[in-house]
């Protein structure tokens, strides 16, 4: 996820754990509402919410998920050239659930910590 | 977009080297399946770009996008070998995940660093057993320094006998289970650490 927020350079490592973490999430919630090819995933991320993934990235781990059982891949026949459709299986939702549950109660913690610290939204 | 000539050949020679190292380490039905996928990636997108005078410029930006096909090689292989390695504990896809790992982080550096060295001193001790047959003079624990191991010349002669022959045995498959064990913790160590959300 490229950083778009004002106030300049983030470290880079930081940058690139919070990116790696959020990945997974992110393209799981992105077929959560129906089957989508790779491309498509990518512009939905990109263009609607602002998180530009690395291209070359997002094939392996949708590979990775497919085979994992989280997400169920098929080529349709779609003009002008057949695409592969990636969407959720029943334990890819069950394991979406958990992970968006986990990540609130994270980002509730971080929200605590930043609003002890006098840290103003 | 569309495609000259010149452009079809640059795409071609991308998925050429793209399935050359997929293949490397994955079944080729499944590395063609990828390839597949990336080729109409990269369809789309020449198709979403607008016709522009400089079609290799364009074209160069939008590969740069998706990454070299060795490092889009790489993102599969990394996942690929790490998950056979801790699912099947083969000694390649072991040693192929632990090369990768270590150009990823100083602690998987360190980590796999530690698994080669007991490997090595492993394998060490069971040559040691095995040379002592061949060369019974020169294998064994010596006084003189005192040494152990396979000397050329022998600094003396060595202690005991052949009792180094099934303690060197023991010791080394001994390390070499124990090491094994500790790559294979070490690598699901680090999947379910890539794969925490945060």
Redesign the interface.
């Known amino acids: 996820m490229r950083d778009k927020t004002p106030g300049g350079a983030q470290p880079e490592g930081w940058h690139e754990q919070l990116r790696r973490g959020g990945l997974e999430l992110a393209v799981m919630l992105a077929v959560s509402n129906g089957p989508k090819y790779g491309l498509e995933i990518i512009h939905h991320l990109d263009s609607q919410r602002d998180l530009a993934l690395p291209e070359g990235t997002v094939y392996p781990l949708l590979s990775r998920l497919a085979r994992e059982g989280d997400l169920k891949a098929e080529w349709r026949q779609t003009e002008p050239h057949p695409r592969k459709y990636y969407q959720l299986t029943a334990q890819g939702r069950r394991r979406l659930a958990v992970m968006c549950h986990d990540w609130r109660a994270f980002s509730q913690k971080i929200e605590l910590l930043m609003s002890e610290a006098g840290i103003q939204p | 977009m569309i495609l000259s000539e010149t452009g079809e050949s640059r795409v071609r020679g991308y998925l050429f080297v793209l399935e050359r190292s997929l293949r490397t380490f994955l079944p080729a039905a499944t590395a063609a ?2 390839v ?3 080729e ?2 990269i ?3 020449v ?1 979403e770009v607008e016709p522009v005078p400089d079609e290799r410029a364009a074209l160069e930006r939008l590969l740069d ?3 070299p096909p060795l ?2 090689a790489r ?2 292989s990394i ?1 690929m070998s790490a ?1 056979e390695a801790v699912a099947t504990g083969r000694v390649a896809p072991m040693v192929r995940s632990l090369f990768q790992l270590a150009a990823l982080g100083v602690g998987t550096f360190f980590g796999s660093v530690a698994v080669f060295v007991g490997y090595a001193v492993g394998l060490a001790f069971i040559a040691i057993a095995v040379m002592k047959p061949i060369f019974p003079d020169n294998v064994g624990l010596f006084l003189e320094g005192p040494s152990f191991g396979a000397l050329f010349p022998a600094p003396g002669r060595p202690l005991g006998g052949y009792w180094v022959m099934p303690i060197c045995v023991a010791i080394g498959v001994g390390l070499l289970i124990v090491t094994h064990r500790g790559a294979r913790r070490l690598i699901e160590v680090w999947l379910r650490r ?5």
């Open positions: 399946d990828a597949r996928e990336v109409s990636h369809r789309d997108r198709a996008e998706l990454g490092r889009v993102a599969y996942e998950e890539r794969r925490r959300p945060v």
